[in-house]
Structures are given as C-alpha cells and as structure tokens.
Nanobody, 122 residues
Framework: QVQLVESGGGLVQPGGSLRLSCAAS????????MGWYRQAPGKQRELVAV???????NHADSVKGRFTISRDNAKNTVYLQMNSLKPEDTAVYYC????????????????WGQGTLVTVSS
C-alpha cells in the first residue's frame, strides 16, 4: 500500500515563504508524476504544480514565478517552495502521485495525501 505524508503547512504573513514536503512510502519502485493541488474554502480543488520523474514541471499561472516544485527520486519525496505568499494562496494543499509502481508490481494510478493547511494572513 502506498501512503503520502505531507508536512510544512502553517500560518505565514503575506510576502512570506513556506516549504511543503510530501514523502511517499510503501516499497516503491517508481512514481511517474508527483504534484500539489490546493482547495480553498468554497472552491474546487485545483492543480498548483506537477513534476515528472524526468524532471519536467508545470506550474499554474497563478503561482508561476513564486512557487517552485522539485523532487528527490531517491527519497520519493516532492517539495513545494512557496515564496511571496498572498492571502489568496490560503488553502488546504494536497500531495498527489500518478502511476506508482511497487516492488510487488502493483500499480496505483493515483494516490492522495491527507492535506496540509496553509494560511496566509497578517
């Protein structure tokens, strides 16, 4: 079974920075893509950024130039560096993986983390 554990959320003032981490566990052989989504109160969940195993990235227009996604394949961990945070970045941030293959050759098309709350407020 594959599990995702997120950390790094919290309260930060506008203009501040936070770094989110998400570690995948479960005898993993490979993960095609890892990403971050967010859901603000009353809004739909939206993609923030995604990174493939080869390092290709895609960031939502709303975070380009402020957020950077990266990953450590050896640790099966994905990071989201968030700078110049704005109140509108306030949301629950969810880690997501696409196509996880384990050592027992099980394939998990999609796995979600439990979410971590980021609050940007003065």
């Amino acid at each position: 079974q594959v599990q995702l554990v997120e950390s790094g959320g919290g309260l930060v003032q506008p203009g501040g920075s936070l770094r989110l981490s998400c570690a995948a566990s479960g005898s993993i052989l490979s993960i095609h893509a890892m990403g971050w989504y967010r859901q603000a109160p009353g809004k739909q969940r939206e993609l923030v950024a995604v990174i493939t195993s080869g390092g290709s990235t895609n960031h939502a227009d709303s975070v380009k130039g402020r957020f950077t996604i990266s990953r450590d394949n050896a640790k099966n961990t994905v990071y989201l560096q968030m700078n110049s945070l704005k109140p509108e970045d306030t949301a629950v941030y969810y880690c997501n993986t696409k196509v996880v293959i384990t050592s027992t050759l099980h394939s998990y098309p999609e796995v979600w983390g439990q979410g971590t709350l980021v609050t940007v407020s003065s």
